[in-house]
């Protein structure tokens, strides 16, 4: 049974989801994981992709169909190799999430989604009521189309591996769909999912400029990711692409520092798997502090600062 891993990256580079992804690929195989990477000019996409630790062959299909991720594009040429295995692994991101229902559908299978553990080649887990309760499923499809939660595996070696490199033509263009146009967020700091520390912030900051005031100078000591609960993107306090949880991202950082957040579950499904959470409310019952190793009962605006100037 050979795995199938479609790889995340910018033509360039490999986004570190695909790591994760190798990891769940290797554990549902008992034969080789390959790496599919579909892009344009995605030479050098392709050997990184050769260099992580527990890849056996990387497939570069390279075609101006494949330059701007678009879904229609990138699952045709998912599907013109798809018969070969057993898994295809997409990581559970944006682009993932829009291409990986379309394979699944085209081959007549069962998507199985999010996954955070591979009990057996057909049996997989994956959290449901905002993380409340793990589903165990089992499919019986001949070729299982699943997407892996990052968070629940961890990051293959980036290096060490040595796998053979295939190049094949790219698709052409299904004309359904075209590239308009894209407008990027530009950061200095890092990308929330990628962030090995992340501070964020909640309700509790009350407006857009105590946000950036408090909140900015400690994510700029720690080089980390700034995120933020729901009530605080909704009130306008933060952008829509920092808020973590259910319906936002799901991160699991060393360090995840959250100031005037109360521990909603809907926050919690996003962050409860961070390996240290730190917790600052000025309320000793506030939920979040059921989740937190480190909990301080503090006004936020006096403790961050105290924090920014300790550091
Ligand atoms: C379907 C659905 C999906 C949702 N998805 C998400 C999601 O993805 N992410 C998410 O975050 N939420 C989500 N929510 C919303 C969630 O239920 C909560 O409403 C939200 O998380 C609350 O945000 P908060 O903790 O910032 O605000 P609040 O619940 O209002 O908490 C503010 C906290 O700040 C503390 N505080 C106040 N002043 C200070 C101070 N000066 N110093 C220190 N502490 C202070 C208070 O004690 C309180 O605990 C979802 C809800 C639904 C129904």
């Not at 999430?97 to 997989?124: E, G, M, Y």
């Not at 240290?276 to 009962?297: H, M, Q, R, T």
């Amino acid at each position: 049974m050979t795995v199938l891993v479609i790889a995340e990256h910018d033509h360039a580079t490999l986004k570190p989801a695909t790591l994760n992804t190798v990891t769940a690929g290797i554990a549902c195989a008992s034969g080789d994981v390959h790496v599919l990477v579909a892009g344009a000019n995605a030479a050098e996409a392709g050997k990184a992709a050769s260099q992580v630790a527990g890849v056996a062959k990387v497939i570069v299909a390279d075609s101006p169909s494949l330059a701007e991720n678009l879904a229609e594009n990138v699952a045709a040429q998912v599907l013109a190799i798809a018969k070969n295995y057993s898994h295809i692994l997409f990581p559970s991101t944006a682009n993932g999430k829009n291409v990986a229902p379309r394979v699944a559908a085209l081959l007549d299978v069962a998507q199985i989604s999010d996954i955070t553990k591979v009990d057996s080649p057909d049996t997989f887990e994956r959290p449901i009521y905002a993380g409340n309760a793990i589903a165990i499923v089992q499919s019986n499809d001949a070729i299982k189309v699943v997407t892996v939660r990052t968070t629940g595996f961890d990051a293959a070696a980036a290096t060490g591996g040595s796998a053979a490199i295939e190049t094949v033509d790219g698709v052409a263009d299904s004309g359904k769909s075209s590239f308009v146009g894209r407008e990027v967020t530009k950061s200095e700091r890092p990308e929330l999912t990628a962030a090995k520390i992340i501070v964020s912030g909640g309700r509790a900051l009350g407006s857009a400029e105590k946000f950036q005031e408090v909140m900015a100078p400690l994510a700029d000591k720690l080089n980390a990711g700034l995120g933020a609960s729901r009530a605080a993107v909704d009130a306008g306090y933060a952008p829509n692409d920092w808020q973590v949880g259910q319906t936002g991202k799901i991160v699991a950082p060393q360090l995840y520092i959250a100031a005037g957040i109360s521990g909603a579950i809907q926050h919690l499904a996003g962050m409860k798997d961070s390996k240290v959470i730190v917790a600052i409310n000025k309320d000793e019952e506030a939920p979040i502090f059921s989740v937190a190793d480190y909990g301080l009962v503090a006004d936020l605006f006096t403790a961050v600062p105290e924090l920014v100037k300790a550091l």
